[in-house]
């Protein structure tokens, strides 16, 4: 977390400094309306005041406003009265009515009206926007909602365990930026790498409860679509997007394997590690035969990778049962799967069987014999010289003492 | 010990050069009981055994909590293989020298008895008799069988190594070689090789660690450890109270004294006992890693 800390620091400051040339230009352009137009004096009457940068209200709040900055940013041209408009003449009241940004961004409002920030109070539009008087747009750097600063904003809460727990949430920015698309975000600045708005949206963000949300189960094949176009394509000609189609819940979409916010690289020990288990939460049959196999002994061991998984036979995304000719695991197609792997695969070879259950008599006759037969000679050859060997120890030891002489078998040295 | 050559020669033959004898100063005679290649066989039996115990049990029981970190002791999840199969093929190289020697021993050297007789390997009645007379013995029934050069628990250790080796290396190269293999084995084959290799090796590391260490090393006899298979020889008392029968016959015929050897140099002695200790705790510390697997 500190580390992701400090990169975003260091990319604020990056942006900061990129900003100053651009402060340059906004002064002269500050300068010539002053001269020209009327209507700012407004600003110039009330920064002769708000201007001071220690300038507080009773309750030691500061009531300091950058007239730079505010210049700015993407207000820049309004009059301060046209958001505080309870202000009609000097001297104002002490106590002013909080501004009310609905009455122009109306379209926003109605977004959040029934989205999970709808309260106000809790989630005022500063608490993702920022300063009030240094909004900048969202394409602009310095803008708390600018894609690479999006994860930050968001987590000022949802980094937050105490918040997370009181609302029952997950406490995501920290696995959101260890996964690939935090990196790709942090690390090398993509401003295409999803981000918290990319999947949740912004203004109408709904609960993952909610069918209406990008993020409720049947919509995330097509939220993550946006990007993974052709992945998201794959997946819906394969079984499992089939069946989340025709409303079976129980079927996977990308965040049941890929996690939501944690996702990394499929290629990673991390990832190959923990993915057949994944599988296996569902296909609890099948991992239980896999991990009889040569295959599952090797892969345990963890780091070793190589060896196969469950997608690098049934494939990833386009699940296909063995029965379309399509499958990976189509028969036709099995010497080219196994053949990835094990150069010089034939028919024979492969007619192994990846998930053989050796408890099962009907299925795998020889196997179920060879098990037994193996199994019967391990015990009785162990349990007949257990019983041997214990009572010649006891025997000789008996012996032993009974002759009086303690042997200790040094007598070869 | 170093300049012998009597003992690179078949002690069954009894034709070693009689060696003198200090009759006046040392009362202990040693006898040879293994010959230099054979006490070779075990030390490269017993070391790839265990190089192959320790990297085949993390893949046995892959799933216990002590599998990843036996495998990285071992130098890695990428080394596991490569030392099995390196231990492997060590085995079986020892296997085949071992082979060869029966077959030159018995073809060109035309050594009798060594396919049937009192110094024959193979089973006969009266290890069946011994058997229970032992057994009987062990109750308290009955006198102590005297044994002959082999014990019938002796040629079981024998017998089971060979088995043993021959099963458990050719399900191994099965899956070594399993696409070549393949051409004239069916696919259902492969699946049984790793229930084999897995159940017999199991047998070979239960076995080994516990009842051959307590049969030979570790029981009151012999206890803390039988030297004989690292220094070649024993004392006399040890022969005449170990091996009786063997011990008369020899006697009877006058041959005893071919049989002669040099006491063991202290420093090999001492060495020895260093790998055979190492070699128990070894094997006693696997076998308790393989327990667990089954009881946590």
């Given at each position: 977390m500190e580390k992701e800390d400090g990169r975003m620091a260091q990319a604020a400051r990056r942006e900061t400094s990129l900003g100053s040339p651009i402060h340059l230009a906004v002064w002269l352009a500050a300068f010539l309306l002053l001269a020209t137009s009327h209507s700012l004096l407004a600003q110039t009457d009330c920064l002769a005041c708000h201007g001071d940068k220690t300038m507080q209200d009773a309750s030691g709040h500061s009531i300091a406003v950058d007239g730079n900055v505010f210049h700015a940013s993407v207000h820049g041209a309004l009059q301060c009265n046209d958001c505080h408009s309870d202000i009609k003449a000097y001297p104002h009241p002490d106590h002013m009515a909080p501004v009310d940004c609905?009455?122009?961004h109306v379209d926003e409002a109605s977004a959040l009206k029934d989205s999970v920030h709808a309260d106000g109070a809790e989630h005022p539009c500063t608490s993702c926007h920022g300063n009030a008087h240094a909004i900048f747009p969202k394409l602009d750097s310095r803008s708390n909602v600018y894609p690479l600063n999006i994860p930050r904003t968001c987590g000022s809460c949802h980094g937050n365990e105490a918040m997370a727990k009181k609302h029952g949430l997950q406490n995501v920015l920290a696995s959101y930026m260890d996964s690939i698309h935090g990196f790709a975000l942090?690390?090398?600045?993509?401003?295409?790498a999803a981000n918290c708005?990319?999947?949740?949206?912004?203004?109408?963000i709904l609960s993952h409860?909610?069918?209406?949300?990008?993020?409720y189960k049947t919509n995330i094949p097509a939220t993550c679509g946006t990007c993974h176009a052709k992945i998201t394509a794959e997946y819906e000609r394969g079984v499992h997007g089939k069946a989340v189609k025709a409303g079976d819940l129980k079927a996977p979409v990308c965040?049941?394997?890929?996690?939501?916010?944690?996702?990394?690289?499929?290629?990673?020990a991390e990832f190959r590690m923990q993915s057949t288990p994944t599988c296996g939460n569902c296909h609890k049959d099948k991992l239980s035969t896999y991990h009889d196999t040569f295959h599952s002994q090797l892969g345990l061991l963890g780091g070793y990778v190589e060896t196969a998984r469950c997608w690098d036979c049934h494939g990833a995304h386009e699940m296909l049962p063995a029965s379309d000719p399509n499958s990976p695991i189509a028969k036709q197609n099995l010497i080219k799967t196994c053949g990835k792997c094990h150069a010089g695969a034939n028919s024979s070879f492969v007619e192994y069987q990846p998930h053989v259950n050796a408890n099962d008599r009907k299925l795998n006759p020889a196997l179920y014999y060879i098990r037994l037969f193996m199994n019967v000679l391990l015990i009785s050859v162990l349990a007949f010289f257990a019983i041997h060997t214990l009572l010649w120890v006891i025997r000789s030891r008996y012996d032993q003492i009974k002759n009086g002489e303690e042997k200790d078998g040094d007598k070869d040295a | 010990m170093e300049k012998r050559k009597t003992g690179t020669k078949m002690p069954e033959l009894e034709r070693a050069v009689p060696l003198k004898v200090e009759s006046n100063g040392g009362p202990m005679r040693f006898f040879v009981r293994f010959t230099r290649s054979q006490r070779w066989l075990h030390a490269v039996l017993f070391t790839t055994f265990l190089g192959l115990a320790a990297t085949g049990l993390p893949l046995r029981f892959s799933d216990s909590f002590w599998a990843r970190g036996l495998a990285s002791a071992v130098g890695g999840f990428g080394a596991i293989l490569f030392f099995h199969k390196f231990c492997a093929l060590a085995l079986t190289v020892a296997f085949l020298v071992h082979v060869k020697d029966i077959f030159s021993r018995a073809f060109a050297q035309r050594e009798k008895g060594i396919f049937w007789g009192v110094t024959s390997m193979v089973g006969n009645w009266k290890d069946v008799k011994d058997l229970f007379g032992h057994l009987r013995w062990f109750l308290g029934l009955g006198p102590k069988p005297h044994f002959e050069r082999y014990a019938y628990w002796e040629k079981f250790d024998y017998w089971a190594v060979f088995w043993g080796m021959i099963v458990i290396g050719f399900s191994g190269y099965a899956m070594w070689f399993a696409p070549f293999f393949a051409r004239f084995l069916p696919g259902w084959a492969l699946n049984a090789a790793l229930v084999i290799h897995g159940e017999e090796g199991l047998l070979a590391i239960l076995f080994i660690f516990s009842i051959h260490f307590v049969n030979t090393h570790l029981r009151p006899d012999s206890f803390p450890m039988d030297m004989v298979v690292f220094t070649g020889v024993e004392s006399e008392e040890e022969f005449k109270e170990k091996r009786p029968m063997e011990y008369e016959r020899l006697a009877k015929a006058g041959k005893l004294e071919s049989r002669l050897g040099e006491a063991p140099a202290t420093w090999f002695v001492t060495f020895a006992r260093v790998v055979g200790f190492a070699a128990i705790f070894f094997g006693t510390l696997l076998l308790i890693l393989t327990l667990t697997a089954y009881f946590f």
């Open positions: 609905k009455k122009c942090s690390k090398e600045g993509l401003l295409v708005q990319s999947c949740h949206g912004s203004h109408h409860k909610n069918p209406l949300s990008p993020t965040s049941d394997c890929h996690t939501a916010h944690a996702i990394v690289r499929p290629t990673d | -």
